[in-house]
C-alpha cells in the first residue's frame, strides 16, 4: 500500500455504518465504553441530519473505510476569526504507518484554511504519547498554560438552575 492510495473526503450518510464502526474502534482504543445505541442514533442525526452539528471527513483505501476525523468550528474572540476544533482522528491499528493519518490531518488543515481558520485545536488524553509524537512531528504544540474544563450533563443541570453558583 501507498500513502497515494489513501483517500480522504466528506463523509456522507451512506458512510454512517463504517463511521459508527471507526468512533468504537477509538472507544476501545482509549478504553472508553463506546456510545449506546441511542448514542449512535445521535451521533448519525448530528452528522448527517438537517441541523449538522459537525463535519466527518474519511479515509479510505480502495473502498474501506480505515479512519475518520470529526471537526468543527469555535471561535476566538481575541483573534476575531473562527478556529476549527478537531474533535476526534483516528486510524484503525492495523493501517496505522499507511499514512492515512497524516492524510486526514492534512486534510483538517486544508479546511481550517477554506474556514478562514486562523488554528486548529484539539485535546489528547495524557497517556496517548504515539498522538502526541504525530502531532509534534508534524508541527503542533502542547499549550501547558490552557487547562481544559468540562461540565457534565448533571452538573449543567444543577449549574443552569443554581441561582448563586460558587458564591
Same mark, same amino acid.
Given at each position: 500500500?501507498?500513502?497515494?492510495?489513501?483517500?480522504?473526503?466528506?463523509?456522507?450518510?451512506?458512510?454512517?455504518?463504517?463511521?459508527?464502526?471507526?468512533?468504537?474502534?477509538?472507544?476501545?482504543?482509549?478504553?472508553?465504553?463506546?456510545?449506546?445505541? !441511542?448514542?449512535?442514533?445521535?451521533?448519525?442525526?448530528?452528522?448527517?441530519?438537517?441541523?449538522?452539528?459537525?463535519?466527518?471527513?474519511?479515509?479510505?483505501?480502495?473502498?474501506?473505510?480505515?479512519?475518520?476525523?470529526?471537526?468543527?468550528?469555535?471561535?476566538?474572540?481575541?483573534?476575531?476569526?473562527? !478556529?476549527?476544533?478537531?474533535?476526534?482522528?483516528?486510524?484503525?491499528?492495523?493501517?496505522?504507518?499507511?499514512?492515512?493519518?497524516?492524510?486526514?490531518? !492534512?486534510?483538517?488543515?486544508?479546511?481550517?484554511?477554506?474556514?478562514?481558520?486562523?488554528?486548529?485545536?484539539?485535546?489528547?488524553?495524557?497517556?496517548?504519547?504515539?498522538?502526541?509524537?504525530?502531532?509534534?512531528?508534524?508541527?503542533?504544540?502542547?499549550?501547558?498554560?490552557?487547562?481544559?474544563?468540562?461540565?457534565?450533563?448533571?452538573?449543567? !443541570?444543577?449549574?443552569?438552575?443554581?441561582?448563586?453558583?460558587?458564591?
Amino acid at each position: 500500500m501507498t500513502k497515494s492510495e489513501i483517500v480522504v473526503r466528506q463523509a456522507s450518510l451512506e458512510d454512517a455504518a463504517a463511521f459508527l464502526s471507526l468512533v468504537i474502534g477509538l472507544a476501545e482504543y482509549e478504553k472508553l465504553p463506546p456510545p449506546d445505541a !441511542k448514542g449512535r442514533e445521535r451521533l448519525i442525526e448530528a452528522a448527517f441530519g438537517p441541523r449538522k452539528r459537525f463535519d466527518v471527513l474519511i479515509a479510505e483505501l480502495g473502498s474501506t473505510a480505515i479512519g475518520y476525523a470529526v471537526v468543527f468550528e469555535t471561535y476566538s474572540t481575541f483573534l476575531a476569526r473562527p !478556529k476549527l476544533f478537531l474533535e476526534d482522528l483516528f486510524v484503525n491499528p492495523e493501517y496505522r504507518r499507511s499514512g492515512a493519518g497524516d492524510a486526514l490531518i !492534512k486534510a483538517c488543515a486544508r479546511e481550517a484554511i477554506a474556514r478562514g481558520c486562523a488554528r486548529m485545536e484539539w485535546v489528547v488524553l495524557d497517556w496517548n504519547e504515539p498522538a502526541m509524537r504525530f502531532y509534534r512531528a508534524r508541527g503542533a504544540t502542547h499549550l501547558k498554560e490552557w487547562y481544559t474544563f468540562s461540565l457534565n450533563e448533571k452538573e449543567l !443541570k444543577r449549574l443552569s438552575v443554581d441561582a448563586n453558583p460558587g458564591a
